[in-house]
């Protein structure tokens, strides 16, 4: 079974703390996400990786950053967080093979930032 | 703008009974298509997906249907169980290699026994 797992499963915060949210899959996917999901806006992407270092912006990027520097972890970083990043951060990694593709998602981090 | 809509916030369905469940888009460039389940205070579990060269796809109860002429996709599930009471996604991949997805907002599905 595909496993994702999340650093913490709940993470209180400061404004203007620097907050790192750290994913781990161990299925040798290529893609990793970052999604946050808010009450009535369902889950949306901050940012995915396809490879090592390589990352594109989702739909929602700003205030947040992520780096890939194994191929099985993908952090997000807030850099000075704020309270609208309070939030459910999802992290996923998915496969595309042969016309299929599956996506996984961790449990979840319930960030909330004071 | 909203590129994928699940027009049933909620949806109520006596046990034994089929559900269906839809999603709407507006892209007609979008290649995958999945379905996911979500219970309270869990990640998303990954259901079914299909590729828009397919117009079917079944795995045990769970069957996905995709019309793309009508931009319309649903899931069905034979026969609904109690423990099939979550909030169902549908997303949706907006290139060829399944990398960057967007998410429809999600309908409740309750079961009743």
């Known amino acids: 079974d595909v496993k994702v797992t999340q650093s913490s499963r709940y993470l209180v915060k400061r404004t203007g703390e620097k907050v790192f949210l750290e994913c781990v899959q161990d299925m040798d996917h290529e893609n990793m996400f970052w999604y946050r999901q808010d009450p009535g806006l369902g889950l949306r992407l901050i940012y995915f990786s396809y490879d090592v270092k390589m990352k594109e912006k989702g739909d929602i990027p700003e205030g947040y950053s992520v780096s890939r520097e194994k191929k099985e972890r993908f952090s997000l970083i807030l850099e000075s967080a704020s309270t609208n990043q309070t939030s459910m951060y999802l992290c996923?990694?998915?496969?595309?093979?042969?016309?299929?593709?599956?996506?996984?998602f961790g449990p979840g981090t319930r960030l909330t930032v004071t | 703008d909203q590129q994928v809509k699940q027009n049933s916030p909620s949806l109520s369905v006596q046990e034994g009974r089929i559900s269906i469940l839809n999603c709407d888009y507006t892209n007609s460039m979008f290649d995958y298509f999945l379905w996911y389940k979500k219970y309270p205070a869990e990640g998303p579990t990954f259901l079914i997906s299909i590729s828009s060269i397919k117009d079917k796809n079944e795995d045990g109860r769970f069957t996905v249907f995709l019309n793309k002429s009508a931009k319309h996709l649903s899931l069905h599930i034979v026969p609904s169980q109690p423990g099939d009471s979550a909030v169902y996604f549908c997303a949706l991949s907006r290139d060829n290699y399944g990398q960057n997805f967007v998410f429809g907002p999600g309908t409740r599905l309750s079961v009743l026994p």
């Open positions: 996923a990694s998915s496969l595309t093979s042969g016309g299929k593709v599956e996506q996984y």
